[in-house]
């Protein structure tokens, strides 16, 4: 556990987060965080995921396995319920 001290920072206001703490978390520099309080002030960080991370590695997986060949009649949910 750590404290910091809220500074001033342009028009805003920050704290550095000490190097154990980036370390624990397993955060990277340059990362997108998401802040949020709560009623009890308690604020809560967490990193923001890429829905589309690892997409370029599946795609040349499939690529590179030469099993790229086009699935069609795939029965789904959409298909068999929604569609009209």
């Known amino acids: 556990m750590s404290t910091v001290k809220l500074t001033k920072w342009g028009n805003s206001v ?3 987060i000490p ?14 965080l ?6 009890k002030g308690t604020l809560t960080l967490t990193p923001v995921t890429n829905p ?3 997409w ?9 396995s030469k099993e790229d060949e086009l699935v069609i009649d795939l ?9 009209r």
């Open 14 to 16: 920050g704290i550095r």
């Open 19 to 32: 190097t154990a703490i980036i370390t624990a978390a397993h955060l990277t520099l340059g990362e997108e």
């Open 34 to 39: 998401q802040i949020v309080a709560n009623k």
């Open 52 to 54: 589309q991370a690892g």
């Open 56 to 64: 370029t590695d599946a795609f040349n997986a499939i690529a590179d």
């Open 75 to 83: 029965p789904n949910e959409f298909d068999g319920e929604e569609w």
